[in-house]
């Protein structure tokens, strides 16, 4: 039986009788003292020991737990437990100390689809900004079905997840850019911007972006394998997030092998089809409402500087008098970064949506 949660209460009409916030502080009681302790303890959980309760599940042979009555469902809910717990950087780092990493990749290979999703959502929190776990799951062998699930998993959204903790896995971490390259990312990169799931090709236009800004020399590799001529089609896309994500990856092929931009450059872009899709864009801005307008504006920037770095000339949003309007005071923001901020070291989802956060029990297992 789930124990109670701690009689608040009480505990405020205590408050209030021993205090009326003129005096001063007197002695607890033992009884007294015994009964706060209580109602506080009562609220705090042992992280590790729960981290090493789910991991006991973790390890647990699938036929046991379905024996046991465990469905796909109370592991997902595991995981999304889990998840929290590994917000803290201690606590992921911990994870591993506790013999929870290596299962927890092991699930990335589970049978159903929403397993592996939650597997690899969680292994990009433990990776996250967290130089010592990308080193474990590096060790551990983690990006090779990270790898897998992105390339050829049947669920898209499997590898959509996938993709994400990849990111998260290589960000700062030369050696895992290394992994990727070697294992053929490029090609699994490409393979995602086809997808019809805007999300997907959105988290790959972001990689890609970054890759290039670590790796200018990558843009021959891009080059070869077809990446100019993609990119510049999902510059027109109705997403507005995968069209501002294609216009800055298209900002990095313009630009030469130290990073700089090249105006002198046509190697990496095809010059009249790009020149073609900025014109409708700027055609379709031009005729926007103010307030169109406001939410366009690292779409308006980004053309702008990339018509001025292809072209070397100023774009007609620049001529209108449309790249920088009244309000645009703030600097663009780095659409990058949002791939790689983990979901849950950002603040709590359910209290941003006024939820109140469900305590999930680790599926019990009976003995025989």
């Known amino acids: 039986?789930?124990?109670?949660?701690?009689?608040?209460?009480?505990?405020?009409?205590?408050?209030?009788?021993?205090?009326?916030?003129?005096?001063?502080?007197?002695?607890?009681?033992?009884?007294?003292?015994?009964?706060?302790?209580?109602?506080?303890?009562?609220?705090?959980?042992?992280?590790?020991?729960?981290?090493?309760?789910?991991?006991?599940?973790?390890?647990?042979?699938?036929?046991?737990?379905e024996e046991q009555g465990v469905t796909a469902t109370d592991i997902e809910d595991m995981l999304d437990e889990l998840q929290e717990h590994v917000e803290s950087i201690d606590m992921a780092n911990d994870l591993n100390?506790?013999?929870?990493?290596?299962?927890?990749?092991?699930?990335?290979?589970?049978?159903?689809?929403?397993?592996?999703?939650?597997?690899?959502?969680?292994?990009?929190?433990?990776?996250?900004n967290n130089p010592k776990s990308q080193q474990l799951v590096m060790d551990a062998n983690g990006l090779e079905p990270l790898l897998s699930n992105f390339a050829s998993d049947d669920d898209v959204t499997v590898r959509t997840k996938s993709l994400s903790a990849i990111s998260s896995l290589i960000r700062h971490n030369k050696p895992g850019i290394v992994a990727f390259r070697l294992a053929n990312g490029y090609a699994a990169l490409k393979d995602a911007l086809?997808?019809?799931?805007?999300?997907?090709?959105?988290?790959?236009?972001?990689?890609?972006?970054?890759?290039?800004?670590?790796?200018p020399s990558d843009r021959n590799v891009v080059t070869e394998l077809g990446f100019p001529r993609i990119v510049t089609h999902l510059a027109s896309s109705e997403d507005a997030e995968v069209r501002e994500a294609a216009l800055s990856c298209l900002y990095e092929l313009s630009k030469d092998q130290t990073g700089e931009a090249d105006t002198s450059s046509s190697v990496h872009v095809d010059d009249e089809k790009l020149k073609q899709v900025l014109q409708d864009r700027i055609n379709n801005i031009s005729i926007m409402s103010s307030e169109d307008l406001a939410a366009a504006k690292e779409e308006r920037q980004l053309i702008d500087s990339l018509w001025t770095t292809r072209y070397n000339e100023p774009s007609a949003l620049r001529e209108k008098g449309l790249v920088v309007?009244?309000?645009?005071?703030?600097?663009?923001?780095?659409?990058?970064?949002?791939?790689?901020?983990?979901?849950?070291?950002?603040?709590?989802?359910?209290?941003?949506?006024?939820?109140?956060?469900?305590?999930?029990?680790?599926p019990l297992l009976l003995g025989p």
């Open 194 to 215: 086809s997808s019809e799931s805007v999300r997907f090709q959105r988290k790959a236009l972001y990689l890609i972006q970054y890759l290039l800004q670590e790796n």
């Open 325 to 362: 309007l009244p309000g645009d005071n703030a600097p663009a923001p780095d659409v990058v970064s949002g791939l790689f901020e983990s979901p849950l070291r950002a603040p709590n989802r359910s209290a941003e949506n006024g939820e109140k956060p469900e305590k999930k029990e680790a």
């Open 97 to 128: 100390s506790v013999g929870g990493l290596t299962p927890l990749l092991n699930y990335l290979r589970n049978s159903h689809a929403n397993i592996r999703g939650k597997a690899a959502e969680v292994v990009s929190t433990v990776v996250q």
């Open 1 to 65: 039986m789930a124990k109670e949660g701690p009689n608040w209460d009480g505990l405020l009409k205590w408050s209030i009788a021993h205090s009326d916030g003129t005096g001063t502080a007197r002695n607890l009681s033992e009884e007294d003292r015994k009964w706060f302790m209580e109602a506080m303890q009562a609220q705090t959980v042992d992280v590790v020991k729960r981290m090493k309760e789910i991991t006991l599940v973790m390890k647990t042979p699938d036929n046991v737990l």
